[in-house]
């Protein structure tokens, strides 16, 4: 266990939908990573945040965006969605801005129709 | 442009035999190099990591082989088990205050019983 949870673990939904992917990190973690996991397509950093400010952009799509909460909790909110952003996406969470071990959460399974 | 560069994306490997993953970089400024280990289901987690100022660091049967001149690094796992098999991203970054992880595509490995 990683520490890393994620909400909710599987999501079906519809084309031009809209879904809310929850995250909260590790207790002490202040940075949060967005990562898009496709079939074939490896890693996708998308964004992340530390200590409630965005630090730094992927390849994120217009369509998406994030916040960290005071709490340090973070959501991604994925819009107007297209059957190809249908994947994994993952949470991680890590001490510092500027530490490459990252701990992962189980990711969230969003499967669009 | 892929920066960090993955090969073999599959491997098949005898129980017992060695499992050999090497991945290539681009940027020389490069200055930490993870390797994470992702099981089906289930997000990567950090296996083993390296920097340049060593040539080989070994944590049980994993260990990682760094050649600076050449700009590769692998992965070596000794007396490969079933229980190994999973997909293995190599990944580098460069010191920073927003320290960002270049991912290779990934490695899915089988080990038969």
């Known amino acids: 266990d990683s520490g890393v949870t994620q909400t909710p673990k599987h999501l079906i939904t519809a084309t031009g939908q809209r879904v809310t992917l929850r995250c909260s990190p590790r207790s002490g973690d202040l940075s949060v990573y967005w990562y898009q996991q496709s079939l074939d397509q490896g890693l996708q950093f998308l964004i992340h945040y530390y200590n409630g400010e965005e630090r730094a952009k992927g390849n994120i799509l217009e369509r998406f965006s994030a916040q960290q909460f005071p709490d340090l909790h973070s959501e991604l909110n994925l819009s107007s969605l297209e059957l190809g952003d249908s994947a994994l996406y993952f949470c991680?969470?890590?001490?510092?801005?500027?530490?490459?071990?990252?701990?992962f959460g189980e990711g969230s399974r969003l499967t669009v129709l | 442009q892929q920066q960090v560069k993955q090969s073999p994306q599959s491997l098949i490997v005898q129980k017992g035999g060695i499992s050999i993953i090497n991945c290539a970089y681009e940027?020389?400024?490069?200055?930490?190099f993870p390797w994470y280990q992702q099981f089906p289901g289930k997000g990567p987690a950090l296996l083993i990591a390296i920097r340049p100022d060593v040539s080989e660091k070994k944590e049980g049967r994993f260990t990682i082989s760094f050649n600076k001149s050449a700009k590769q690094f692998s992965l070596h796992i000794m007396d490969s088990q079933p229980g190994d098999s999973a997909t293995y991203f190599c990944a580098a970054s460069r010191a920073g205050n927003n320290r960002k992880l270049i991912w290779g595509l990934g490695t899915s490995l089988a080990v038969n019983p």
């Open positions: 940027n020389t400024a490069f200055d930490y």
């Open positions: 991680a969470s890590s001490v510092s801005s500027n530490t490459g071990e990252l701990f």
